[in-house]
């Protein structure tokens, strides 16, 4: 019976040192979100007049579904493009018309989930809007989807005009039959927009800034942003109308990683 009792209360005595190493360990800590640099602000805070229609916080972009670090429809960009954009947009206002931003900063992670998405050839649910014309295995060779973002540095900014006063964009409804994103106005996604001849985020050449095939209204409403733009310190790129990289830029070498969320850019 010693034997036992003495077993029994070794075993008793092993059984409390783990208990009290369970209750005594540290929790395991979630590692905190990064927050923006101090140079970053919500475009709201500098220009509250900028219209704001943000595509990937919502399902409808070329994915077909909300965009990995969007947690609220904001648009996040550095102070020097962010100002830029309100000596723009006052400009734009007294001539009638304002700015329309789709997407400004953009973190990593959502980059991430584009190139998970483009390596998807099975996954063809918007192609009928956003690529008719382009064969998925095709996006990374002809420059539509890119491992790096210049959005992701923070002074590039996806955006439009709309005449004034603006009418409410259509509503997006999923499921519908899509239609191409460079059909006529009347046609596409009611937008809202001026008619720039596509749609935002087209994989389309007819989406290249100048393309001749693009004339009348459509040429003279994207040569109007772009001599906008050009004069508040932007550069477009030619390959998308909507497009612009405000120089000189704050990160020109760092890609960040930061939700896009209020509190990324609390007290900023």
Known sequence: ?????TAFRALAATAAALFAVTVT????QAEPEPKAPREFVSLRSVDSTIIQEMRYPTAHNFMGEPVDGYRQPLCILTRPAAEALHRAQLRLLRQGYSLKVYDCYRPQRAVDHFVRWAKDLDDETMKGEFYPRVDKSRLFADGYIAEK???SRGSTVDLTLVRLP???PG???????PVPCYAPQGDRFPDNSVDMGTGFDCFDT?????DPRIQGVQRANRQFLKKTLTKAGFVNLAEEWWHYTFQPEAFPDTYFDFPVARRSVAGH
């Open 25 to 28: 360990a540290p929790a395991a």
């Open 1 to 5: 019976m010693t034997a036992i009792a």
């Open 206 to 210: 007819l989406s290249h800034t100048d």
């Open 171 to 177: 509503p997006y409804r999923p499921g519908g039959k």
């Open 149 to 151: 973002s210049g959005h």
């Open 166 to 168: 603006a009418l409410p």
